[in-house]
């Protein structure tokens, strides 16, 4: 049992370039979301998931799209980066019921 | 609105010394309470967690915390810190049902020997 995956660990872009963080979970879970967490704010909630098919923006979506073609996976894509993107990005999901978040071992990205 | 508020951003004790890390929630329903521990460079591990029934619950790592309703504070305390409990730790709340789902800004922890 893995639990969430995510890749890359680390990941350096330049300004413009686009790409796509994946997270995977195989615990069957409904919910999967995605954090951004930056020095002295914690974690913010960019889009999440409620189920496959199904998807929607949290606190700080701007630049970012996500999609959910299967339960197990849940990508996250930078369409054009930004330096303000430098972050590390957690991918986490929750069954519907109870328990908490499950949280992958985070994508450390800098964008110079 | 519902929110968490951990109004401690950094502790410093010495090892062997007890720990109290303090959380406040606002929360418009039954919340669900979670403490995660985030080391360094690692994702987010779930201590424990409190649903229902006894108000003081035991986690892993010899951890605990106490749900005080009338306080709305759910702190976490450990006996005899270790110098390996160093680390961010981050108070949660949610629903038992759905996405809803809100953290603390973390407290960051240094255990001195």
């Known amino acids: 049992n893995a639990g969430v995956t995510q890749t890359p660990k680390f990941q350096v872009l330049k300004t413009g370039q686009s790409m796509t963080l994946q997270c995977a979970q195989d615990?069957?879970?409904?919910?999967m979301s995605w954090y951004r967490q930056d020095p002295g704010m914690g974690l913010r909630l960019i889009h999440y998931s409620v189920g496959a098919g199904i998807t929607d923006q949290g606190e700080v979506p701007n630049g970012y799209n996500v999609s959910r073609s299967t339960t197990e996976d849940f990508p996250l894509r930078l369409l054009s980066a930004a330096p303000s993107q430098t972050s590390v990005y957690f991918c986490?999901?929750?069954?519907?019921?109870?328990?908490?978040?499950?949280f992958g071992s985070g994508t450390r990205l800098t964008v110079v | 609105a519902q929110s968490v508020t951990q109004p401690d951003i950094h502790i410093t004790v010495s090892e062997g010394a007890s720990l109290e890390l303090r959380c406040n929630y606002s929360y418009g329903a039954t919340p669900y309470l979670f403490w995660y521990v985030q080391s360094p460079g690692q994702g987010l591990q779930l201590l424990l967690k409190?649903?229902?029934?006894?108000?003081l619950v035991q986690g892993i790592k010899g951890f605990e915390a106490e749900f005080k309703r009338s306080q709305s504070s759910f702190n976490l305390r450990k006996p005899s810190v270790h110098w390996s409990d160093a680390a961010e730790y981050f108070c949660a709340v949610g629903a038992d049902t759905g996405n809803q789902f809100y953290f603390g800004t973390g407290t960051s922890l240094t255990v001195i020997p």
């Open positions: 409190y649903f229902s029934g006894d108000t």
């Open positions: 615990m069957n879970h409904e919910y």
């Open positions: 986490a999901s929750k069954p519907d019921r109870g328990l908490g978040y499950t």
